[in-house]
């Protein structure tokens, strides 16, 4: 809080001086008038806590004084003491609190009881401050909260944005098997479809954990790759929008393969939000340049626009979480505001920059993203068999425990197609009854069941000398760190995060037979 203002106003300077001897203390500002005049200066420039008023003075005397003070709003609540040397008499008193006095002093001052009197309004105008300051504390955090509902609705909508990037070619490539199942190029729609679906997999799992995403606690799988399958899985993503809006899309890849050591779901996520941002800030029938190349030890990856630019004073912004270009809005179709934010914070975390230049509104854009180059990989001899496909040592026996009975068949199936039985139970109390003639080999065990939940069917089974040795693995939509954690603790040897890919369940059960 700041200093506390009280106002002296007498015509003599050493009454002025005597009254600054006994009010004098830490955190009070003592303003000197002696005059009427100087005195409403005084309070046109200063917040006053109390005005100390001598009556008798040349000019504007006090009462005059109180009375324009009174008229004016910024002074009219401001306590006002009478000092005077002449008689108090009734008629006096009556015109002084007419005026607006809330107390007289007599000359000669008693120091204590002024000293009293001025420090009830000292403090009376502390705690105004504090109300003052307690107010705009909370106007402050009404403000907040108002801001972080506006941001909870711009974020579910950009949560449409992120989806539909995966969606898109998942929708094309159904529609296309629907019509024609067996068309030429059937396989390469299947796998273009499996890595959407990874990508759209992974995206959940950062959607549905907000904070993990703004502290930057994203999980990297990287691995040796090529930087143009990452752009061709971008533009599988992105062109739907592109080609909706009308775009002309140009490649220019070098023929020599360009390694990154990167997470390709990461990366494509990267181009393909910068991609739909081009799409989207480019007016109809507008031309989209995506180019690749090396410089020194980065690989450079630039997208280009002939769309609306970027004004001088937005380049920094336009990678901040919900920014928003100009008067464009309408172009963001609800998802614009996430996707650059992201962008820029996955290639930071790859050990890369990504920055945007354009020359102006109505004259395009460039974001162009640098990564740190890397060697070519060595050759790996291929002397195995896709897990996928090839038999174990043994058949398993698998007891697969899941309340979705879909789910648990097609889980089912999945095991059958890699070699091994199964046997299904939709409940704990079932699944604890069928082990018993059943004698799985494995136990894969969904955690969220109704009533008898995955962790007190594990307890229950780990409890029983049959399976306490009994391979268990937990799989469930539950994936963070805190829910394996708790899966470790109650039994389970394994966790698997659902949608299971077939080929992480065959490298397991392949690992647990071999034992």
């Known amino acids: ?35 009427g005049d100087q005195a409403l200066e005084l309070l046109l420039q200063n917040d006053v806590a109390l005005a100390l008023i001598d009556v008798q003075m040349p000019g504007l005397n006090g009462f005059e004084l109180a009375e324009l003070m009174r008229g004016n709003e910024r002074t009219r609540r401001i306590p006002i003491i009478f000092v005077t040397a002449g008689s108090a008499d009734g008629q006096r008193r009556f015109r002084g609190y007419e005026a607006g006095a809330v107390d007289f002093i007599q000359k000669p001052i008693e120091p204590d009881i002024l000293r009293s009197k001025a420090d009830v309004f000292f403090d009376l105008y502390r705690q105004r401050q504090q109300i ?11 403000a907040a909260l108002k801001d972080a509902d506006r941001r909870k609705d711009e974020f579910l909508a950009t949560l449409a944005h992120e989806l ?3 969606l898109a070619p998942l929708r094309h ?20 479809m499996d890595r959407q679906m990874v990508h759209l997999v992974r995206l959940i799992d950062d959607l549905l954990d907000v904070s993990r995403i703004s502290q930057g606690k994203i999980e990297l799988r990287k691995e040796r790759i090529k930087i143009e399958d990452v752009v061709h899985s971008a533009i599988e993503s992105s062109r739907p929008l592109i080609e909706a809006a009308g775009h002309t899309l140009t490649l220019d890849i070098p023929s020599a393969p360009l390694w990154l050591d990167a997470d390709h779901t990461r990366l494509s996520q990267v181009v393909a939000n910068l991609l739909n941002n ?29 769309g609306v630019g970027i004004p001088p004073d937005m380049r920094a912004e336009v990678f901040q979480l919900f920014a928003q270009v100009g008067d464009h809005l309408d172009r963001s179709q609800g998802g614009l505001g996430i996707g650059l934010a ?9 050990g890369g920059t990504v920055d945007a ?8 854009s460039v974001f162009s993203v640098r990564l740190p180059l890397q060697s070519m990989p060595e050759p790996v001899k291929n ?57 799985p080999d494995v136990i894969l065990l969904d955690i969220g069941l109704p009533g008898m939940d995955g962790y007190e069917v594990c307890r229950a089974f780990r409890k029983d000398a049959l399976f306490r040795e009994t391979p268990i693995i937990a799989q469930t939509g539950w994936g963070q760190g805190r829910d394996k954690a708790l899966a470790l603790e109650a039994g389970f040897n394994h966790h698997l995060t659902k949608p299971v890919p077939l080929e992480d369940l065959a490298k397991l059960l392949a690992t647990i037979n071999a034992r």
């Open 173 to 192: 490539g159904l529609d296309i098997l629907r019509r024609n199942p067996n068309a030429e190029d059937a396989a390469g729609i299947r796998d273009m």
């Open 132 to 142: 003052s300051g307690q107010r705009d504390e909370l106007e402050a955090q009404a």
């Open 1 to 35: 809080m700041g200093p506390v203002s009280f106002l002296l106003v007498d015509d003599l300077e050493e009454n002025l001086l005597s009254l600054e001897a006994l009010l004098r203390q830490e955190n009070l500002v003592l303003l000197k008038a002696r005059s």
């Open 357 to 364: 230049d354009s020359a102006g509104p109505g004259k395009g």
């Open 383 to 439: 002397s195995h068999q896709d897990s996928t496909h090839s038999t174990t040592a043994k058949p398993l026996k698998v007891l697969v425990v899941d309340d979705n009975a879909e789910l648990a068949f097609m889980l089912g199936m999945m095991l059958e197609e890699i070699g091994h039985e199964f046997e299904l139970a939709h409940d704990g109390p079932k699944a604890l009854h069928v082990a018993q003639y059943y004698r």
């Open 278 to 306: 081009a799409a989207k800030y480019t007016p109809s029938g507008g031309l989209i340049a995506v180019s690749v190349r090396s410089a020194g030890s980065e690989v450079v990856v630039e997208v280009a626009d002939n």
């Open 164 to 166: 539909r990037n995966p």
């Open 342 to 350: 992201l962008a820029k914070q996955l290639v930071s975390l790859h």
